[in-house]
């Protein structure tokens, strides 16, 4: 088989089962949900677990021979050849609160690149995708990044803001500068709304590799950017500030702005 016949074989698979895993997590949207808490005070729910758990039962019978390195259940067979990255709830603060923009996520990597990417926003009936070299589609149709330049036209969303202004307050401070409009917000959503053209740049700050990996496909075959604030492209290692932009301008602009952050 052929890559591209088998990155399409691949994508075509996984798209099914973030299909169904969604509706997993439906079944628990604005019903009574317990919660816990995980070591670093993150909260995490049955939904979350029942979602993974769903994923993680799908791939091994599809793809026995791959590791899987998920939220909930951590990892196994990260020295294999392929290994899928799952976050089964994206944002499960916003789910736990009844906001529809959580998100499904999921990846592909092989030879520590992410080579499909799909982010399934269950509630709002969207599903991102793209595999390399196939390009990107929301529902099936292609997408791309809206080709803005200018930061000073752009439309910029600060994700995880209160951790940016507690860690680095003078760079929030000169965030909430920048671009024409911006608004505050959280996980996955806007990083597709960048690769849909609808949103021309986001920062995020302390993701874990399950919550960017999947967004690299997306982001990169709509013809967008997304790295770490130095520049450098992201991989399992990275350390969780993410910036993702429309075109190589407006990333180069938002890399001088964040230069001023201090590790």
């Not at 169904?20 to 816990?36: K, Q, Y």
């Not at 005070?41 to 791939?59: C, G, K, N």
């Not at 499904?104 to 793209?130: E, F, N, S, T």
């Amino acid at each position: 088989m052929s890559p591209a016949l088998d990155l399409q074989t691949r994508l075509d698979t996984a798209l099914d089962i973030a299909g169904a895993a969604g509706e997993v997590a439906l079944r628990h949207f604005n019903g009574t949900l317990s919660i816990a808490s995980k070591d670093d005070a993150s909260p995490v729910t049955v939904a979350d677990q029942e979602t993974e758990q769903y994923i993680r039962h799908r791939l091994q019978a599809h793809f026995p021979q791959d590791g899987i390195y998920g939220e909930e259940y951590g990892a196994s067979g990260l020295d294999r050849e392929t290994v899928w990255v799952i976050d089964p709830i994206d944002g499960t603060r916003s789910f736990i609160a009844g906001v529809p923009l959580f998100g499904l996520l999921m990846a592909m990597m092989r030879d520590d690149k992410a080579q499909i990417g799909i982010c399934r926003l269950p509630a709002l009936g969207q599903v991102y995708a793209a595999a390399r070299g196939l390009g990107a589609t929301l529902n099936g149709r292609p997408i791309s990044v809206s080709g803005q330049t200018d930061l000073n036209r752009a439309m910029l969303f600060i994700n995880e803001g209160e951790k940016i202004h507690t860690d680095h307050p003078h760079l929030f401070d000169r965030l909430l500068g920048a671009g024409a409009l911006r608004r505050l917000s959280y996980d996955c959503q806007p990083h597709a709304l960048v690769a849909a053209g609808q949103v021309d740049a986001v920062v995020d700050y302390g993701l874990k590799p399950y919550d960017y990996l999947p967004m690299i496909p997306i982001v990169q075959e709509a013809g967008g950017t997304i790295t770490d604030w130095s520049g450098a492209p992201l991989d399992l290692t990275s350390d969780g500030r993410v910036v993702t932009a429309a075109t190589a301008e407006l990333h180069a602009a938002l890399l001088d702005l964040l230069s001023h952050a201090r590790p």
